[in-house]
Every structure is written in structure tokens, then in C-alpha cells.
């Protein structure tokens, strides 16, 4: 099984399990990454409220709910 944990860390292959040791959400930037497309991209898109998955704003800071990326990732799995 596959596990992201961060993006230094991140095991090669798509995601399956995401470690919610550290924390339960990441950053869009690296919901981004996750979901193969670039953080530019992912900004644009959660300003036009098109962003595929909820996203949270804590302080100043977007972030993204691990459990929302992982079930996401999974649902794409499964249509390929």
C-alpha cells in the first residue's frame, strides 16, 4: 500500500492512504501535487470555486481535508 505523507516523502505511484500522524489536512499546493496539476493551477481554480474538493481556509492559509484528497483519489482510481 502506497502512503503519502508529505512531498518529500511521498512514495512513488498514486496515493491510496493518506498518514494522518501529523496532520489531517495539507496544503492546496500540495492537494495539487497529489492530484497532478500545478499550484497555479489549483489557485485559479479554487478562486472560480471550480477546485474538485472542499476547501478550507485557516488563517491565511488554503488547505484541503486528507480524508476529502484520499476518497477523491480513490474515485478517479476506480473510472481508470
Known amino acids: 500500500m502506497n502512503t503519502y505523507q508529505s512531498p518529500s516523502d511521498q512514495v512513488s505511484g498514486s496515493p491510496t492512504h493518506l498518514d494522518y500522524s501529523v496532520c489531517a ?4 499546493a500540495e492537494a495539487a501535487r497529489v492530484l497532478g496539476v500545478h499550484r497555479s493551477t489549483a489557485w485559479e481554480l479554487h478562486k472560480r470555486g471550480e477546485f474538485p474538493l472542499p476547501v478550507l ?3 491565511s492559509r488554503l488547505q ?3 480524508a476529502h484528497l484520499e476518497a ?5 482510481m476506480r473510472r481508470r
Open 25 to 28: 489536512t495539507v496544503s492546496l
Open 64 to 66: 484541503v481535508a486528507k
Open 72 to 76: 477523491y483519489v480513490m474515485i478517479v
Open 57 to 59: 481556509q485557516v488563517g
